[in-house]
């Protein structure tokens, strides 16, 4: 149980184009959901926490109108790229946390790799 | 505020030794202590956690942590390495499971023969 999907796995676009990546939770409901940004062989930095219905609460740095964020619904959670460029370039995690039990930690999907020419 | 410090990014073991991965934590308030595992090209996996209660913490494919207040670490350990343990470990603290977590810069476990 506990399963989070995350799509695409890998993408590769032209710079000044915009994508979207997607985390699903399969077999929960999640209220919040967190988006994470990991450079080559360092930690993962927090980006931005997401609850469903309300806005993003973004990290301190993070541009907002950069990364856009949506989490319509409980299971879906969205990270928009806009007008990506080569320093956008990066593997974006999420996770998510059950709405039925916060007590259980965040369970993690397994990753989008970003690649801006 | 909170932060951890994993000491060593890189340990390398042969296989049947001990494993042994450092975790250091600071914490203004009773943390919350995660172990996750990530394979090239994944996500994270949950080792182990601690919350309250057992300080001795055993998690998944024999992995086990050891919450210590006094010494502020939950060092990660495993009696045997196998090749399939070679991976990125991260420990991670938080002020509740509810919380959002805090990583360490991670540590590169290589196995050799």
């Known amino acids: 149980g506990a399963v989070v999907s995350q799509h695409p796995s890998w993408v590769i676009c032209k710079s000044g184009t915009s994508v979207k990546i997607e985390c699903r939770s399969l077999d929960f409901q999640a209220t919040t959901m967190f988006w994470y940004r990991q450079f080559p062989k360092q930690s993962l930095m927090l980006m931005a926490t997401s609850n469903e219905g309300s806005k993003a609460t973004y990290e301190q740095g993070v541009e907002k109108d950069k990364f856009l964020i949506n989490h319509a619904s409980l299971t879906l959670s969205t990270l928009t790229v806009t007008s990506a460029h080569p320093e956008d370039s990066s593997f974006y995690i999420c996770s998510a946390r059950s709405a039925a039990n916060s007590n259980q930690p965040q369970h993690f999907g397994d990753g989008t790799r970003l690649s801006i020419l | 505020a909170q932060s951890v410090t994993q000491l060593g990014s890189h340990v390398s073991v042969s296989e049947g030794a001990l494993v042994l991965l450092r975790c250091n934590y600071s914490s203004s308030v009773p943390p919350y202590l995660f172990w996750y595992v990530q394979y090239p090209n994944q996500g994270l996996q949950l080792l182990l956690k601690?919350?309250?209660?057992?300080?001795l913490v055993k998690g998944i494919n024999g992995f086990e942590a050891e919450f210590k207040k006094s010494e502020t670490s939950f060092h990660l350990t495993k009696p045997s390495a196998h090749m399939s343990d070679a991976a990125e470990y991260f420990c991670?603290?938080?002020?509740?499971?509810?919380?959002?977590?805090?990583f360490g810069t991670g540590t590169r476990l290589q196995v050799t023969l």
């Open positions: 601690y919350t309250t209660g057992a300080t």
């Open positions: 991670a603290v938080s002020t509740g499971t509810a919380s959002k977590l805090t």
